[in-house]
């Protein structure tokens, strides 16, 4: 009788830490994992029914356990928040598996997957014809993102017999106010020519954006930083 005290003690303990735990990681940590952050989980989960269950072990050693990682994976949101690099050391970068239409091998490679998981996701997607997909992107989260050619959008353009042409993907040209000279350059535009297009929107530095990008047809679009949402759309 003692020893299932003792079980659901632990185990009440342990869940009110986790969710302390979840709650200072946030959202994403329950929503879109990295591969870190996959890790964590793991553990985490591995840890908190050890103490749960096993006894025989030292609470309080296993509580200690618990907070390090914890508290680990929030200071890693922390630097991947103010870092673009160690962000793209510890998320990756999103991966391109079909371009223009164009089924990219080395993107699928890199990726871990076939050309049966590719089709298998974009008819999860309502895509059952590669035709119909212009951009295919492997997310940091092992989500597959399709973009389809514009006369495949539902949409009354083609019925409408209107001429289309692809939008393409949206070029990132600034990201927290650190400007992405490899983007540009794929873009075949240069750090003038941004500097200009911002100055008409009357940005003198990149400072105070959080996002810029630029679409097939030169248009830059802004995101500023520290932008509040509108009161009457928050979510409690």
Known sequence: MSNFINICFRTILVLIILFFITKMLGKKQISQL????????????????????????????????????????????????????????????PTVLVEKGKIIESGLKKSKIDINDLLAEARESGYFNLDEIDYALMEINGNISFLPKENE????????????????????????GVY??????????DKNWLNH???????????????????????????????????NTVLE
């Open 34 to 93: 990295n591969f870190f952050d996959y890790i964590v989980g793991i553990t985490i989960g591995s840890i908190a029914a050890d103490i749960s269950l096993d006894i025989e072990k030292g609470m309080i050693a296993g509580i200690v356990s618990l907070l390090i990682y914890g508290f680990s994976s929030y200071f890693c949101s922390l630097i991947t928040i103010k870092s673009i690099k160690a962000r793209r050391f510890l998320s990756g970068v």
């Open 197 to 231: 297009e911002l100055k008409i929107k009357g940005y003198d530095n990149y400072n105070n954006i959080l996002l810029a990008t630029i679409d097939n047809n030169f248009k830059v679009t802004i995101y500023e930083k520290n932008v509040k949402p509108i009161k």
């Open 180 to 189: 992405m000279e490899n983007n540009m350059k794929e873009l075949g535009k």
């Open 153 to 176: 959008k539902p949409v009354t353009k083609k019925d409408m017999k209107i001429k289309c042409s692809n939008e393409g993907l949206t070029v990132n040209a600034i990201i927290d």
